[in-house]
């Protein structure tokens, strides 16, 4: 009886879990950039601009590299998380390095991403805004 209820009500709940492999990919490509960051010891927030590209996008991994001013060319880490993918890449901050996070995920246009990042370094973390937009056909 428990095991039926269950059921019933994880048929009224949004899907939460795992995304399957196949829902996962979306076009490789060349991805307009642009984000808002809050870096260590700035009372302003800094706007980066340029490009994601995507060469591989697979079920597990990303490959390709940032064309953005102030980040690491490579993507340090471009693994699948759970429900999104997990973007690390090196960034300049004055004289310090910190590290972005970024979590992005296909929508159903194929062409905009989902796209949340987060600047830290040890004893700091802050949450920013970006956004994604494929420019190639």
């Not at 979306?26 to 980066?48: E, I, K, N, W």
Request: with cysteine.
């Amino acid at each position: 009886m428990k095991a039926l209820f269950s059921l019933a009500i994880l048929a009224f709940v949004p899907r939460c879990g795992p995304v399957p492999p196949a829902e996962r990919v979306f076009p490789p490509g060349r991805y307009a950039y642009q984000a808002r960051q809050l870096m260590p010891g700035a009372t302003d927030s800094v706007t980066r601009r340029g490009f994601l590209v995507l060469t591989e996008v697979g079920p597990e991994s990303l490959a390709g590299h940032w064309e953005v001013a102030g980040y690491s060319r490579k993507l340090v880490e471009a693994n699948y998380n759970v429900v999104s993918y997990y973007l690390l890449s090196w960034a300049e901050s004055g004289a310090d390095s910190v590290f972005v996070s970024h979590y992005v995920k296909g929508k159903g246009d194929q062409r905009t991403l989902d796209c949340q990042t987060s600047v830290t370094r040890p004893g700091y973390l802050q949450k920013g805004w970006c956004t994604l937009q494929r420019v190639d056909p």
